[in-house]
């Protein structure tokens, strides 16, 4: 094990991984898909679901985290694709 540590910082990556708590089992928030404040959060700006090694949330909190972001979109009250997105600046594209 030490050895390990030790060829991992040559190689450079000496980055440490904090073990991430689901934020949802800590919490236990229910996953609502009316609940878009709650859900934005785990949906990149331009719209795709952010994947669970960068939120940190549990498989199966993402199973249903992802569910509720398809019905939300449904619903249009999330993004589906970056044409969706509201841009804040002004700046539209001329099509
Ligand atoms: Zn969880």
Redesign the pocket.
């Given at each position: 094990m030490e050895t390990n540590t030790v060829q991992r910082r040559e190689r450079g990556r000496k980055f440490i991984v904090k073990p991430k708590v689901?934020m949802?089992?800590a919490d236990k928030t229910p996953i609502d898909y009316k609940n878009v404040s709650l859900i934005q959060r785990f949906v990149s700006d331009r719209g795709k679901i952010v994947p669970r090694r960068r939120t940190g949330?549990?498989a199966?909190?993402q199973r249903r985290l992802a569910q509720a972001i398809k019905r939300s979109r449904f619903l249009a009250m999330l993004p589906s694709s970056p044409n969706h997105v509201y841009n804040i600046s002004g700046a539209e594209k001329k099509a």
């Open positions: 689901c949802f089992c949330v549990c199966r909190h």
